[in-house]
């Protein structure tokens, strides 16, 4: 699925990025995964193995995968 960049988009990227530390292109992605789920109206996953985006998908209502990020890195830690 493709989503338009839009200004929109670009800020709430920015507030993003600037909100929770994030860098610029993993802002971009969770700000147009956040509007399309507004536009759709249904549940949108978000899948990432970057703890911090992985957090902040969490924080702003997206469905997260892994579902325990924390405990599975972990895991591959240990291995």
């Known amino acids: 699925m ?3 960049l839009t200004e929109i988009a670009v800020i709430r990227a920015d507030t993003l990025a600037w909100g929770h530390g994030l860098h610029g292109y993993d802002a971009v992605r ?3 995964a ?4 507004g536009a759709m109206g249904e ?3 978000f899948s990432t193995f970057d703890r911090r985006l992985w ?6 209502g997206l469905t997260h995968h892994p579902a325990d990020l924390p405990a599975l890195l972990e895991a591959w830690k240990a291995a």
């Open 2 to 4: 493709r989503v338009q």
């Open 55 to 60: 957090e902040t998908a969490k924080r702003v």
């Open 34 to 37: 956040s509007l399309w789920q």
């Open 30 to 32: 969770l700000a147009a």
């Open 43 to 45: 549940q949108v996953t």
